[in-house]
């Protein structure tokens, strides 16, 4: 079933429409969830509840305002951070103690998705948070200060720490990596 | 690698990676039942509903004559007649030594029925349960299942509370027992417990009592005779605690079967008057003419405030009340007309010389008038009505269509102005060539709709209306009717 006859169906309530949804979205937003939820049984809770505001809003839903699957990654995200927002609160970094640090070059490279996964969770999770919902879900640092009910410039600060640790964490991975402090 | 780039790796890594998932598991446990395929035409759902139709009514019909006086709430006082035929088919149906047992005999909030079953199947025995049965006053509110031989419960209405406390207390034994026995095995026959629910004395203490009377009471009887408390397994051990995680079952807003929303429609309109004559005679093709050149269309507008019943296909009934306005001018324009006559009046005599008027004396004077006829005036009909319409509309994502059509009845009208009759304007009133109701319109209208966040949404289409009724008496020869065209504009406001 191709995208517009999935959206098509979904928006009449059709049930195969919503099956075929989960049968080509799941492992993608599986990914996002992953991206917030500590392990995989508590991801796949996450998704599952995503799927069911999914279902329940996607008259919401308009192609103008982006594609279907940011627009569900983004409601998965936001279900995923609703299961973890007591602990978002519990680290902050100021800009001041941030690092440059330059990473190897074929270090990402040469991960695999899901070792690139396991560094990214290996973060601390404030940090982590922020990252994933500026870089690979696309909010800005005011809107992610108002998701997480944080400052903007701690959201901005925790992305450069979350920046800082996952380079240093990329290049350990790295044999000959070099690891320069740069004031 | 670009120093500061590092997010753009780790984006462009994972944007697309798909995790492993079960994805049909994950389907499965979002509780989400599969379906065919096909999706039925409307059509095809009116015939299956109207095959549901009688087996539903039969089904309902087959529950109301099966539990008809047996658990309806009130105590029920088993015929000895009906009780002797039941134990009597569960006696020949068993065919096998079971032992009498009195149950709860002691308990003063059971009234246990001395159950004296056909012990091996003697004939004798028989009788003498049909004789217990019959000297017995069965004032009980068991009846006794034939099929699974569970004595079920049936309470009083008026004690519920004290009732419900009990069955809470005893609902669990209830369930468990009824694991525990084959309701197709006629080889075990259970008296679980029975409640004089009538008993105006039950206290707290007591209803704490009878529930454990009833957990401590369930008894089997087997085929060898014996009596055993029943193997009652915890919670533990049927694993109602491992249960998987309760799924919540979706709910898909805003698909309820039908749905019922607000609308507002405001429609200004192009009113055109329409007269066209009944008795053609010179008179009135004069007057016509007449009312063709003086009387103009202005702006005319209705506004509806409907109710809106909405199927999912988008079909939709809507009704609710209307104000409409049609306002025209009268524009008669201003002639002179000057004429000359002689009357008779007073003419002054000058006697030629001085020029002085010395006398006055009664004439004939010439007269000059100068009459200017026109008029200009504002005229309305104001019209309150009932809408009716059947509609149609179909969303696409934020945007979607509308078509409906409708009639609609007239309550109420008033006008005021003046016309052209007999060459000067007069009132409506002293005319009096209208009727008091304007009668039926019928209307269409298709167009856009804009849907809101909140399924809200505005439309805006253009409408057109036609009054079908003549809006003159008929004795004066001709006809008014008029056509609308318009532009509605609505909104739509969910209810429910």
């Known amino acids: ?183 | 690698m670009e120093h500061g780039k590092i997010e753009n790796h780790i984006e462009n890594k994972l944007s697309n990676y798909e995790s492993p998932v079960d994805a049909e598991g994950l389907w499965n446990s979002l509780g989400i039942e599969d379906t065919p395929t096909t999706h039925f035409s409307p059509g095809n759902k009116y015939r299956i509903y109207l095959l549901l139709v009688p087996i539903i009514l039969g089904s309902a019909l087959y529950l109301f004559t099966s539990s008809n006086g047996s658990n309806d709430g009130s105590e029920n006082t088993i015929s000895k007649e009906s009780a002797i035929r039941q134990i009597s088919i569960e006696s020949q149906t068993v065919n096998q030594k079971i032992e009498s047992k009195e149950v709860d005999s002691e308990n003063p909030l059971v009234e246990g029925i001395e159950l004296d079953f056909a012990s091996n199947s003697s004939s004798s025995d028989l009788e003498r349960l049909k004789e217990n049965v019959q000297t017995k006053e069965l004032n009980t509110p068991n009846r006794i299942d034939s099929k699974t031989n569970i004595t079920t419960q049936s309470f009083n209405g008026s004690d519920s509370k004290k009732i419900n406390a009990i069955f809470k207390n005893s609902n669990t034994a209830v369930n468990r027992n009824s694991n525990s026995i084959d309701g197709s095995n006629h080889s075990k026959t259970q008296v679980l417990a029975s409640y004089d629910a009538t008993n105006s004395e039950i206290q707290q203490s007591t209803v704490s009592k009878s529930s454990t009377l009833i957990s401590d009471n369930k008894r089997e009887l087997l085929l060898d005779g014996s009596l055993s408390n029943l193997d009652v397994p915890s919670m533990n051990s049927i694993g109602l605690m491992n249960f998987p995680r309760p799924v919540r079952c979706p709910d898909f807003g805003g698909r309820k079967p039908l749905r019922f929303n607000l609308d507002i429609h405001a429609i200004p309109y192009y009113s055109n008057q329409l007269l066209s004559l009944i008795d053609e005679s010179e008179l009135n093709k004069t007057w016509l003419e007449q009312r063709n050149s003086t009387e103009k269309p202005l702006e005319a507008f209705q506004v509806n405030v409907l109710g809106r019943l909405q199927t999912n296909s988008g079909l939709y009934v809507q009704g609710g009340i209307g104000y409409g306005q049609i306002d025209q001018k009268l524009s008669v324009p201003i002639q002179e007309t000057t004429s000359t006559s002689n009357e008779q009046g007073p003419v002054i005599v000058i006697i030629y010389g001085n020029g002085i008027p010395n006398d006055t004396i009664i004439g004939e004077v010439p007269v000059t008038t100068i009459e200017r006829k026109g008029a200009e005036t504002y005229n309305y009909h104001r019209m309150i009505e009932i809408p009716i319409a059947l509609g149609y509309e179909r969303r696409m994502n934020d945007w979607g269509f509308y078509i409906d059509g409708g009639a609609s009845l007239n309550i109420w009208t008033s006008r005021k102005g003046y016309m052209l009759k007999d060459n000067k304007p007069q009132k409506y009133e002293d005319v009096g060539v209208f009727t008091t109701s304007t009668g039926i319109k019928l209307n269409g209208s298709l167009g856009m709709k804009y849907y809101f966040n909140n399924d809200m949404s505005l439309s805006v289409g253009p409408d057109i209306r036609y009054h079908m009724q003549n809006w003159m008496k008929p004795q004066f020869g001709m006809t008014q009717k008029h056509l609308d065209i318009g532009l509605r504009v609505g909104l739509s406001i969910p209810l429910m």
């Open chain 1, 1 to 183: 079933m191709k995208e517009a006859q999935i959206i098509k169906g979904c928006l009449e309530g059709r049930k195969e429409a919503q099956k075929a949804l989960v049968m080509s979205y799941s492992g993608y937003l599986m990914t996002v969830a992953r991206r917030y939820m500590p392990d995989n049984e508590s991801a796949k809770d996450a998704l599952q509840d995503g799927y069911l505001k999914i279902f329940k809003n996607f008259h919401q839903f308009s192609q103008k305002k982006g594609a279907l699957k940011s627009w569900m990654s983004r409601i998965v995200a936001n279900e995923a951070l609703n299961k973890r927002r007591k602990f978002i609160d519990s680290y902050a970094v100021n800009d001041q103690e941030a690092i440059i640090v330059e990473v190897a070059p074929k270090a990402i490279d040469q991960l695999h998705e899901e070792d690139l996964l396991k560094v990214i969770n290996g973060i601390p999770e404030p940090y982590r948070l922020v990252f994933n919902l500026y870089i690979l879900e696309g909010y800005k640092h005011k809107e992610i200060a108002e998701l997480l009910n944080i400052k903007e410039s701690t959201s901005r600060a925790n992305l450069t720490r979350a920046k800082t640790l996952l380079r240093k964490r990329i290049i350990e991975l790295e044999p000959n990596a070099r690891w320069n402090t740069v004031k």
